[in-house]
């Protein structure tokens, strides 16, 4: 098959639409489930890049949730402690400890869960039962994969009341250097954004702190490749394994490095003492504790807690998480990864990540402010890497 027939474009009156191969080439997935869309499709293929070049860097299975052609989290198989499966609900789950595919998914839907609502999943290995289980649990609206247990299809399938789009793709396809784009009907083209990213990127430590562990580097590594496919100008927060805040598409790189921030931010405090004791309803969903919890963290006692407001959600009052709890939690964060897709222009940058733990950051470097970057990080005890090169994707 060398066409495939799409729902509709990016909007619903942008009909026909559909993708295809050049030259009557086959296609490299297939549709297994469910009718794909335009944008589905732009977030299938985008995912499936990144999660595949994430486990080649870091030799860990590799999951990403995407909404809108941007990441909102990208992360690696690594165990989760009890506190994160009770963060991103998934502390009922079975089996979840023997599948570090599953983990890995876990880990990049539950980080923003505000943002992943409606997303589509990449995987970088064989959709296993775990994962699928996991997946059905949430609201998304597909998966892209390399293949699928049959019963894990099966899973996959019933979700969406049997319309959920479920990808496979082939992990040996390769596709041409040079790729092109057509806007307002002129062709672009350039040869495509291929350029591998290893540890080899870290090697220039420019700061006095040269101390950089392999587990910040991998974090190191997951926000570069998070960013290679991120729209631009972007910057990426790491922790642990995932990437904990995404700042996409913003003009300038302090607006990237609040937004980023502000979400790694909300991140921490989804695992604060007080969200963790909330006492929800039973039959609550998922997503509307999610706007709950981003409600407790992020605004005023009035919004939750109130009198004859906090009935709706919770079994027991909650008292409010205040503004110096918040202050005080955060700050005894550390040991966060900042990447950026283009050097930092000023100081500023590294002051806002500070705050959100920043103790590990990766940039092109090449300002010409660069001096003043270097100090401030010095005068944080960080360590920065400049790698040399530039990762914009629009």
């Not at 690696?76 to 499966?85: A, D, F, R």
């Not at 064989?126 to 699928?148: H, L």
């Not at 000023?346 to 990540?353: E, G, L, Y």
Request: glycine share 8%; net charge negative; charged share 20%.
């Amino acid at each position: 098959m060398n066409r495939l027939e799409l729902k509709y474009g990016n909007n619903p009156h942008q009909k026909p639409a559909h993708i295809a191969m050049k030259d009557g080439q086959e296609l490299p997935l297939r549709v297994l489930n469910g009718k794909a869309g335009y944008i589905n499709l732009l977030d299938a293929l985008n995912g499936w890049q990144l999660v595949r070049e994430l486990k080649a860097a870091t030799g860990l299975p590799a999951a990403t949730s995407f909404k809108h052609v941007s990441p909102t989290s990208a992360a690696v198989g690594q165990p989760l402690s009890e506190t994160l499966k009770k963060v991103c609900f998934v502390d009922d789950v079975d089996g979840l400890d023997e599948s570090p595919l599953a983990c890995a998914y876990v880990r990049a839907r539950g980080t923003d869960r505000m943002c992943s609502f409606g997303d589509f999943v990449a995987l970088s290995d064989v959709c296993d039962v775990v994962t699928a289980r996991c997946i059905k649990r949430e609201v998304s609206d597909g998966v892209i994969a390399p293949g699928y247990e049959p019963e894990a299809l099966e899973i996959l399938s019933s979700k969406r009341n049997g319309n959920y789009t479920v990808i496979e793709i082939d992990p040996d396809y390769e596709p041409a250097t040079l790729e092109t784009k057509d806007v307002f009907g002129i062709t672009f083209s350039q040869h495509r954004n291929n350029f591998t990213v290893d540890e080899s990127l870290l090697a220039n430590v420019v700061t006095t702190n040269k101390d950089l562990p392999a587990a910040n580097k991998i974090d190191l590594l997951i926000g570069i490749i998070t960013l290679k496919y991120t729209q631009s100008n972007s910057v990426c927060y790491a922790y642990q394994g995932q990437a904990i805040g995404v700042g996409a598409g913003q003009q300038s790189r302090i607006h990237c490095t609040r937004l980023a921030g502000d979400k790694a931010d909300s991140w921490f405090l989804r695992q604060h003492p007080k969200v963790l004791g909330l006492q929800f309803k039973p039959d609550l969903g998922r997503a509307t504790r999610d706007n709950v919890i981003d409600s407790y963290i992020n605004h005023n006692e009035e919004d939750v807690c109130a009198v004859g407001i906090w009935e709706n959600y919770f079994l027991t009052r909650p008292q409010p998480l205040t503004e110096t709890e918040k202050r005080e939690f955060l700050a005894s964060q550390s040991g966060v990864s900042l990447a950026s897709d283009a050097f930092f222009p000023f100081s500023d940058n590294i002051k806002r990540a500070v705050r959100s733990g920043v103790s590990y950051v990766v940039q092109p470097g090449g300002s010409i402010r660069d001096d003043a970057v270097i100090d401030s990080c010095n005068d944080h005890n960080i360590v920065m890497v400049c790698n040399g090169v530039r990762f914009f994707h629009h």
